[in-house]
């Protein structure tokens, strides 16, 4: 397919470099072709969501919303062939590429909801007569630079409450997944967004730069790696404009000595190993307490035994591909490095992966300390590092370790450890048998310390971000 980008309503060729997009089970298919903007067109876009950003402003939340409720309706009528266009594309198994663009579909409709929630909050006046009210209002031009992990959901959970909020939007997805960003703007599009309040630019990192150095930008969202997130954070704040940053992640699951290891095991086998690896939210480490620590490893080798590597159009696959050559180098040097720091792989390598693509194996490696780099750095691919702990007190404890603090999951049947876990781990989202992935649209999600910065994402807490309010003293 050729690609165009989205600048006030029209969809016109790109004036930068050439854009390919390919298949990472397969390079040499082509998925979409075209080029990418020019630094020009980035400028055309802001100057397009300027543009539109009163008369869509003014517009009631409720014509905002039935824009929302009907791209989720096109998104639901073309939810099987965007999905395998998302799994060629993007890497992830079908049922996941499906199952995503239903999920941006269902953000759309929780956020079109936005309509008939509260609008703001009155408080009393100390002064007779008087009321004061908290009102929102639009930002105005919102930034929004997506990842490639989720090609069309965390764009939804972005692009889809800035324009119900009253936004115009300037957005930039990963360069290797253009088609679903295209197909996002379209639904959008035929459910009648009129021109210039969304603008797709598909840009490489330096063009894209731009929108967040763009004096007529008030606001960036960003999700990608921390020390991108932290670069614009700066850039943003040394011009005065918001910024939400959605980084990275270093997620533990804690199983402990009371858990029920069929659920143990089933869970920490989805959060570690679906998109293979490549989510931000993804379990990474793994902390067993020592008296089912042999058990637990002996199962998780014999499930992962039984993992399809493979085409991830191929219904019987489990785990498909990385999203590309140098992802799959990172990671295999992350593996071959902690092999040499004394790791041990107790799932190591697969004999039996395709010979094209850019495909790694599941791996557990047991760790004979902390010390190793593995344990604290996020590789994003299908790597889980384990270590075991004595007590529960010594397992929170060294879930605890390094920078990140976006999730966990902790493993146990007795409610006092999963309140302790709730009291002691400092994460945004924690996952008490379940596993360390997912978020569901109408709760906050995000971190803290080095996993995110400003105001969460998803749920009512988005309007923290895509609005700001005023506070009107009212004297009537
Ligand atoms: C999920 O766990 O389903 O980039 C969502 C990421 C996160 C979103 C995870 N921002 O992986």
Known sequence: MELHQLIGGQWVSGRGPELLSTNPAHPDDVVASGRLASGDQVDAAVAAATGAAAAWAARPYHERAQVLLGAAAVLEREGQRYGRELTREEGKTLAEGIGEVLRAAQILRYCAGEADREAGQVFHSPRGGQRILVVHRPVGVVGVITPFNFPIAIPAWKIAPALVHGNTVVWKPAGVVPLLAVRLAQALQEAGLPAGVLNLVIADARTGSRIVEHPDVHAVTFTGSTGVGRAIAATCAQRGAAVQAEMGGKNPAVVLADADLDVAVEQIVLGAFRSTGQKCTATSRLVVQDPVADELLDRLQARLASLVVGDPLDAATGM?????????????????????????????????????????????????????????????????????????????????????????????????????????????????????????????????????????????????????????????
């Open 320 to 476: 498909g591909p990385l999203i590309s050559d140098s992802a799959r180098a990172t990671v295999e040097d992350g593996v071959q490095r902690a092999l040499h720091q004394g790791a041990s792989a107790v799932v190591p390598g697969r004999p039996d992966l395709p010979g094209h693509g850019w495909f790694s194996a599941p791996r557990v490696l047991v760790l004979p300390s902390t010390e190793l780099d593995v344990w604290r750095t996020e590789l994003f691919g299908p790597v889980l590092s384990v270590v075991r702990a004595a007590s529960v007190q010594e397992a929170f404890a060294l879930a605890g370790e390094g920078e990140y603090g976006l999730s966990a999951a902790v493993f146990t049947t007795d409610l006092a450890s999963a309140l302790s876990a709730v009291d002691t781990l400092d994460v945004g989202v924690l996952h008490i048998n379940d596993e360390s992935a997912g978020a569901d649209p109408h709760v906050p999600f995000g971190g803290g310390r080095h996993s995110s910065l400003g105001p969460k994402e998803q749920g009512t807490a988005s309007r923290q971000f895509f609005t700001k309010t005023t506070t009107v003293y009212l004297r009537g």
